[in-house]
């Protein structure tokens, strides 16, 4: 493979680290975001969904790119199939970072996404990661920082993926041809409650983190209240639904299988990210 990977959401929790694997490994990486600056020894390119014009100049010189929906995207169909159409039409290899139980039922955004991909006829691998444990920090730490999370899972666990184990998993399905015409349900070594979770932090951190279960209308008001738009607060509650169910709770020998490597623990996470729940 010769050609370039093009990263979307180069600047996200997920690019920024696969940007460093792929530059580790010794690619030439074009990283895209809506500044178009550059990310350390990889190129930067300017690459908006908004914007149709920024779509064929980012895929100049590139033969696979890693293809994701930034959070808080709603109308997932509709911002990502214009660029991902174009990338399979120029047989780009697609390596598409879905969402776990996305297979559940065709008419999911996700998995409709999934199916045009493979219908395309271009090269691909589906990562379909579990809940980021990233959360932590990405969506709940205003809670924590006031000793609680309080989210809509009641006692349901999930089975909660580091997103460096995402970065790495998705450089070696980009970096070899091995995993082709597959998708991977990427997943931490074990499933957890919310409850677990909050305790895990609490030792990390030495400070008490408790976990509140919340009704769906606290969770949403919560979240207004800080700021989220109302349409992605109701979002976020009914992707709790599987949660309650125990549809989340599955592992997966995936991130070994692609990685070689086992996956990091919430043990791990916690102790690596202590000092940003101690503050
Ligand atoms: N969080 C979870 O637990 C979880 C679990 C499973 C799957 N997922 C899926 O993972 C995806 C999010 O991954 P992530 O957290 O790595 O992404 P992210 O950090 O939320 O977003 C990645 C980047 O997208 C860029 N961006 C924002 N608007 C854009 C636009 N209009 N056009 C192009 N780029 C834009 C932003 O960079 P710039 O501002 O620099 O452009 C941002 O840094 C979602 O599809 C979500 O459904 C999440």
Do not use: C
């Not at 169909?77 to 969402?99: D, H, M, N, W, Y």
């Not at 271009?122 to 444990?133: A, K, M, S």
């Amino acid at each position: 493979m010769a050609g370039k990977i093009l990263v979307l959401g180069a600047t996200g929790n997920v690019g920024k680290p696969l940007v460093g694997e792929l530059l580790a490994k010794g690619e030439q990486v074009k990283a895209a975001s809506r500044s178009g600056k550059a990310a350390g020894r990889a190129e930067g390119v300017r690459f908006d969904f908004t914007d149709e014009t920024t779509f064929a100049p980012a895929l100049d010189g590139v033969d696979r790119a890693y293809v994701l929906a930034p959070t808080g995207t709603l109308d997932v169909l509709g911002t990502v199939l214009p660029f991902v159409r174009l990338a399979a039409e120029r047989k780009v290899k697609i390596v598409f970072q879905s969402v776990s139980g996305a297979d559940a039922n065709d008419d999911i955004p996700y998995r409709q996404i999934e199916i045009f991909i493979e219908r395309s006829g271009t090269p691909y691998v589906i990562l379909r990661p579990n809940w980021f444990t990233d959360n932590f920090e990405i969506f709940w730490l205003q809670g924590i920082k006031h000793g609680v999370i309080s989210v809509p899972a009641g006692e349901g666990k999930s089975a909660f993926i580091d997103v460096r184990d995402i970065a790495a998993s998705a450089a070696a399905a980009l970096t070899t041809d091995k995993f082709d015409g597959q998708a991977f349900n990427l997943t931490g070594p074990e499933a957890l409650s919310y409850g677990d979770a909050a305790e895990i932090l609490s030792q990390a951190s030495g400070r008490a983190i408790a976990y509140k279960p919340a009704t769906d209308g606290e969770f949403v008001s919560t979240l207004v209240s800080a700021g989220v738009p109302k349409a992605y607060a109701e979002f976020l509650a009914a992707i709790f639904h599987p949660v309650r169910e125990g549809w989340t709770a599955s592992v997966s020998n995936a991130v070994q299988t692609l990685t070689g490597k086992a996956p990091r623990s919430v043990e791990t996470y916690a102790r690596d990210y202590a000092g940003v729940f101690a503050a």
